[in-house]
T-cell receptor, first 116, second 115 residues
Framework: AQKITQTQPGMFVQEKEAVTLDCTYD???????LFWYKQPSSGEMIFLIY??????QNATEGRYSLNFQKARKSANLVISASQLGDSAMYFC?????????????FGKGTRLSVIA | EAGVAQSPRYKIIEKRQSVAFWCNPI?????LYWYQQILGQGPKLLIQ????????DSQLPKDRFSAERLKGVDSTLKIQPAKLEDSAVYLC?????????????FGPGTRLLVL
């Protein structure tokens, strides 16, 4: 069974500073995908970034980067130059790579608050 | 391109009543998911459809929850009768063909409160 652990219930960061949100995972699948989603107070889940387990390089998308350490089973999200609009819940999720059943397994999330 | 649409956005009912949620996925997306998100937790899969067939409903409480996706497009999720513990946000998501490397796109969710 797959499991995602996010140990930081809440984080504060000063505007324009960088912040790292932690995510560790557990799986016996040889191949898997790792995702980060943002959930503002409006409720919808917004896709941020994806990392495949066999990708050689860490994924980056604008101000978001994923610090992927396969041996440690960690996939931390780094947000650079934080903005007030980054205040939201952030969820780490994973799914197996394969054909057919591919639901996402989510962690409990980290609430990020950006301070002016 | 229009995103995933859900309605209603909010619903308040009393326990033992029934309720239905509707989802319209992104055009052309074959795979549709319903997730339940209880306050303070991450979303949990209830059911996954591939076109109009069920791929996974192992975590759907079938004694009270039902879902269908007629014609492989829109989907409805029903709860009958509702319990207090069903209070949650119900999120619908879709992806192109359901591959694990594909991004799942989520709708705004339906917030259900059972009194």
């Amino acid at each position: 069974a797959q499991k995602i652990t996010q140990t930081q219930p809440g984080m504060f960061v000063q505007e324009k500073e960088a912040v790292t949100l932690d995510c560790t995972y557990d799986t016996s699948d040889p191949s898997y995908g790792l995702f980060w989603y943002k959930q503002p107070s409006s409720g919808e889940m917004i896709f941020l970034i994806y990392q495949g387990s066999y990708d050689q390089q860490n994924a980056t998308e604008g101000r978001y980067s994923l610090n992927f350490q396969k041996a440690r089973k960690s996939a931390n999200l780094v947000i650079s130059a934080s903005q007030l609009g980054d205040s939201a819940m952030y969820f780490c999720a994973m799914s197996p790579v394969g054909v057919g059943n591919t639901p996402l397994v989510f962690g409990k999330g980290t609430r990020l608050s950006v301070i002016a | 391109e229009a995103g995933v649409a859900q309605s209603p956005r909010y619903k308040i009912i009393e326990k033992r009543q029934s309720v239905a949620f509707w989802c319209n996925p992104i055009s052309g997306h074959a795979t549709l998911y319903w997730y339940q998100q209880i306050l303070g937790q991450g979303p949990k899969l209830l059911i996954q459809f591939q076109n109009n067939g069920v791929v996974d409903d192992s975590q759907l409480p079938k004694d009270r929850f039902s879902a269908e996706r007629l014609k492989g497009v829109d989907s409805t999720l029903k709860i009958q009768p509702a319990k207090l513990e069903d209070s949650a946000v119900y999120l619908c998501a879709s992806s192109l063909v359901g591959g694990a490397q594909e991004t799942q796109y989520f709708g705004p969710g339906t917030r259900l409160l059972v009194l």
